[in-house]
């Protein structure tokens, strides 16, 4: 019986040990699958993280050469005008802060001259000879015309570890102003920008992190590095550096990723074996994913790969210390066999119960590094979706929601903006044709084309949102799936209302400076017959007494001509800066005056004047003449707009105690054009057919106005955008004038 006991706790002891020795080896398969599994997952995570620096780098390239070709139209920059071609050169630099953008220059034509700008704001032109350089012989090739030449980067023998890289353009004469009214196209030099590009893809990953202490890399496609946590190891060839600094290591892995992967454009993940790790030294092995950067666009060769790495112990501490714990416990379990296997039994699910939390601790983890990388995303400044074969939106962040939502709901809609949580939700399967339709460039083929070529496309259009149009750079590019088949479009778009806004105000003030040349070349051409003219009529005043009636008619004359010469005085003070008249206007009197000259012409036009004029207005700096002009040409034009008669408002407005006086002239007529407002106040501009209009009303009392501090604004609507209260506003501001010796609460006192 004894023997028989003894053989049966014998068996069970046999039985938990061999079934202990089993848990052991299951233990180890266990760690090694989790381990595949995790670091797969973390891999994967880096991948993402990789492919987004590429695109942000692409994206900040595409930009630098769309400012690049933006300065290359520009006619100071194309005729290099002598006065002007530096400081269009500055205001584009001043665009490009932060970007590693070193020096933006020109080469002219003949290949003798090179005038550049720095950063610094300093300018240098330098002769030398140009012209049997190869990029000169490249930009002077037809076929090359719109078209970009990136060159490889060089090092700084200034500055050892500034890698300068260059951007070229050719430059042709096809833009126009008053000195070259008909553009030669001809081939005229190239455009340069130079880049440090360490600094540029430096600024752009150095916040990337992976793990705790993963990092981001990038080389060229010549395998140097651009930018690396190892401050030597930046301008030196990634094949060559490694073996310098660790001769004991093998470095076949990295080497066959980066020469066969990276260097081939491809994107994917991986693992090899280093000598280092943010200090630590030995064999590290480390988790790497990596992406292509193609600079020239999708179906370029890469110009650049961004590599993502971590320690493979950022996965390993988590999993190794929970099973370490668990061979300790079956340890234990193997000295307390005798115990029973009660206890065994229960100690295994309690280290079960462990490993569990071990294990949704590592779940939480990977998912709160997926937020980290979501809520990149969600941060940007941009509007990033995802559409589907038909355009139906699959995905978009919280940023494109809010800015789509007001072309999408009323106001106090139950699913309206208020709610931004949910927003995103509300345009999912709603369509993209919904809220883009630029005419002619964007409709369901355009989706289509994308999504059966597999290649990404670009354009900038614009759309109304709200009360406002704004104009928007869109690119589009595939996602596809592990096979390569395309499951979805991912889009970003770009709001450059206020990059087009700057870029259409220079190209105003140039045209403005070249009406101002050209006015003060007519003004002195016809002063000089004019003091002529002037100068006879008074000698021959000189010789018939008073009452002679061909003295009378010369009078006439006289008078005649000094008005011609007051018009020629307005107009050398358009084309120049001059010194403010002391001339003191009273606002509302001059309106009458105005109103004197025009009223048998609203009768006629059929228009119904409505006067409202402040009596306690004070006054304002300004010459009588110049004022009664704005005020006659804001007039002609109101009436101009009502062809049908309707309605002419002139008022008067001033908040006592306040600096400023308005001028408000309104109208009921067709209003202006979304097209034409943005160009009211252009020289030579207007909607008015031949013959009735020169374009330069506007464009003479916004000088007027402006050369007294004053401002002009517009308030327009047209009969389709608001049929019951159509027309236009003008408001024009001046300041009130105050003298010397008028303290600021008497002005009041003095109208």
């Known amino acids: 019986m004894l023997l028989h006991s003894k053989k049966i706790i014998l068996g069970i002891g046999l039985l938990t040990l061999a079934l202990l020795v089993a848990g052991l080896i299951l233990g180890f398969y266990s760690i090694t699958n989790m381990k595949e599994i995790v670091s797969r997952q973390f891999n994967q995570q880096q991948l993402e993280l990789a492919q987004h620096a590429a695109r942000q780098l692409e994206n900040q390239f595409l930009n630098l050469t769309q400012d690049l070709a933006t300065l290359n139209q520009s006619p100071s920059v194309q005729y290099l005008e002598k006065f002007s071609w530096a400081n269009r050169i500055r205001i584009t630099l001043s665009t490009m802060r932060d970007t590693g953008v070193l020096e933006i220059g020109r080469v002219d034509r003949e290949g003798r001259r090179q005038m550049a700008v720095s950063t610094r704001g300093a300018e240098a032109i330098s002769p030398g000879d140009f012209r049997n350089t190869p990029i000169f012989a490249w930009a002077a090739k037809p076929e090359n015309k719109n078209q970009i030449f990136f060159e490889p980067a060089t090092i700084d023998k200034k500055v050892p570890k500034r890698q300068i890289a260059k951007i070229f353009m050719p430059t042709y004469l096809e833009s126009v102003d008053d000195a070259h009214p008909v553009p030669s196209h001809q081939f005229a030099g190239y455009i340069y920008l130079l880049l440090d590009r360490n600094e540029l893809v430096t600024r752009m990953i150095k916040d990337i992190r992976s793990g705790k202490t993963g990092y981001v890399w990038a080389i060229d496609n010549q395998g140097n590095f651009i930018s690396h946590p190892v401050e030597e190891f930046i301008g030196k060839n990634a094949f060559e550096i490694r073996e310098q600094r660790g001769p004991k290591i093998s470095f076949d892995q990295i080497n066959r990723i980066q020469k066969e992967k990276m260097l081939q454009g491809e994107s994917g993940a991986s693992w090899y074996v280093s000598g280092w790790h943010r200090g630590v030294q030995g064999n590290i092995k480390k988790l790497i994913a990596y992406a292509p950067v193609r600079l020239l666009g999708p179906n370029h ?202 870029e259409q105000q220079m190209f105003n003030t140039e045209k403005l400076a070249s009406l101002g040349l050209m006015s003060a070349g007519v003004a002195h051409e016809i002063n000089n017959p004019l003091g002529v003219v002037l100068g006879y009529c008074g000698y021959m005043l000189e010789k018939l007494p008073p009452e002679d009636k061909f003295h009378q008619i010369l009078k006439k004359i006289e008078r005649q001509g000094e008005h011609c010469k007051k018009i020629v005085e307005n107009l050398l003070s358009f084309s120049r800066y001059s010194d403010h008249t002391e001339d003191v206007s009273d606002v509302n009197a001059n309106i009458e005056t105005v109103l004197g000259v025009v009223q048998n012409n609203l009768l006629i036009k059929k228009v119904q004047l409505i006067k409202d004029l402040e009596p306690t207005l004070p006054k304002v700096k300004i010459d009588p003449i110049q004022l009664q002009q704005v005020i006659l040409n804001l007039i002609n034009n109101a009436v101009a707009a009502m062809p049908q008669g309707g309605i002419l408002t002139v008022a008067t407005e001033w908040a006592v105690g306040s600096e400023r006086v308005k001028i408000l002239v309104a109208d009921t007529g067709t209003g202006i054009r979304a097209e034409h407002r943005s160009r009211i106040f252009d020289p030579f501009f207007t909607t008015k057919k031949v013959g009735e209009g020169t374009g330069l009303g506007l464009t003479v009392s916004y000088g007027i106005i402006k050369q007294y501090h004053g401002s002009i604004d517009l308030e327009t609507a047209t009969p389709e955008e608001n049929p019951e209260r159509h027309g236009t506003r003008f408001t024009v501001t001046l300041p009130v004038y105050r003298s010397k010796r008028t303290p600021k609460k008497a002005v009041a006192g003095n109208v």
């Open 301 to 502: 060769p890469p110009n650049w790969a961004v590599a993502v790495v971590a320690p493979v112990t950022e996965v390993d501490e988590v999993i190794h210390a929970a099973y370490t714990r668990q061979f300790i416990m079956q340890g234990f379990i193997l000295v307390a066999i005798l115990l029973g296997s009660l206890f065994i039994l229960g100690s295994e699910k309690r280290y079960t119960r462990t490993l569990e939390m071990e294990i949704k601790n590592k779940t939480k983890d990977l998912r709160e590094s997926e937020e980290r990388y979501k809520n990149l995303v969600e941060s940007a400044q941009d509007l990033i979706f995802s559409i589907n074969q038909e355009g139906k939106f699959l995905s978009i962040n919280n940023f494109g929601a809010s800015f789509l939502s007001g072309a999408l709901f009323e106001p106090n809609h139950p699913e309206g903006p208020d709610h931004h949580s949910e927003l995103p939700r509300t345009f999912l399967g709603k369509s993209i044709f919904d809220f883009m339709s630029p005419e002619g460039s964007f409709d369901p083929n355009f989706i289509k084309n994308i999504w059966e070529s597999g290649r990404g496309k670009s354009f900038e259009h614009s759309l109304q949102i709200g009360n406002r149009v704004v104009n928007l750079n869109t690119q589009f590019r595939v996602i596809k799936n592990e096979t390569g088949a395309v499951q979805g479009i991912l889009g970003i778009s770009r709001d450059i209302t206020e990059k087009k806004k700057i």
